[in-house]
């Protein structure tokens, strides 16, 4: 079974890092993973969202977040919404949470974020440098849940 990654990042928040958020994507699925980022490595979709009733977004993405082994965020575009994921993810789902940052790019990491010693926090500056450390923690997270019972059906 492939590991699952719910991918969050910035919509409504801005759309400055879409085509960042395309490329973790493809390198992640590149790399055997099932990727659910729904539209938001989307180039086509702006900070309008989609076209979707909001019920039916939250619903859809939290079902997502729910069926994740681990969920990434890309958390240099500060968002509500990312924001809100990394909460659901943690405290209603217990699930891993990697989070990228460049540190250039906003005054700092909200502390909400870099606080939370549970979250993996991946600074950066080159998307090149990143990658491959993304990957490490994503393999080293599969390598760990491998080594798990499984939970009875
Ligand atoms: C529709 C109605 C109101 O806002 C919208 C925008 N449409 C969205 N479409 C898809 N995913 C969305 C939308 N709004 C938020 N999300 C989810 O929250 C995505 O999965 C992102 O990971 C995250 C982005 O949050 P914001 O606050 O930047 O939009």
Same mark, same amino acid.
């Given at each position: 079974m492939p590991t699952t990654i719910y991918f969050s990042g910035s919509i409504s928040g801005g759309r400055a890092d879409v085509a960042l958020y395309r490329r973790i994507v493809d390198v &992640?699925? +590149?790399?055997?993973?099932?990727? &659910?980022a729904g539209s938001v490595a989307a180039e086509h979709v702006s900070d309008g969202g989609e076209a979707l009733d909001p019920c039916f977004i939250f619903d859809r993405d939290i079902g997502w977040i729910e069926e994740a082994d681990v969920l990434v965020a890309e958390v240099s575009t500060p968002s509500l919404g990312v924001g809100y994921e990394i909460a659901a993810a943690r405290y209603r789902y217990d699930? =891993?949470?990697?989070?990228?940052?460049? =540190?250039?790019y906003t005054k700092r990491c909200s502390a909400m974020i870099s606080g939370d010693r549970k979250i993996e926090l991946i600074e950066y500056d080159e998307v090149d440098t990143m990658l491959p450390r993304l990957r490490e923690s994503l393999h080293r997270e599969r390598r760990s849940r491998a080594r798990? =019972?499984?939970? =009875? +059906?």
């Amino acid at each position: 079974m492939p590991t699952t990654i719910y991918f969050s990042g910035s919509i409504s928040g801005g759309r400055a890092d879409v085509a960042l958020y395309r490329r973790i994507v493809d390198v &992640l699925e +590149a790399d055997g993973f099932h990727v &659910l980022a729904g539209s938001v490595a989307a180039e086509h979709v702006s900070d309008g969202g989609e076209a979707l009733d909001p019920c039916f977004i939250f619903d859809r993405d939290i079902g997502w977040i729910e069926e994740a082994d681990v969920l990434v965020a890309e958390v240099s575009t500060p968002s509500l919404g990312v924001g809100y994921e990394i909460a659901a993810a943690r405290y209603r789902y217990d699930i =891993p949470v990697i989070c990228l940052y460049r =540190p250039a790019y906003t005054k700092r990491c909200s502390a909400m974020i870099s606080g939370d010693r549970k979250i993996e926090l991946i600074e950066y500056d080159e998307v090149d440098t990143m990658l491959p450390r993304l990957r490490e923690s994503l393999h080293r997270e599969r390598r760990s849940r491998a080594r798990l =019972p499984s939970t =009875p +059906a």
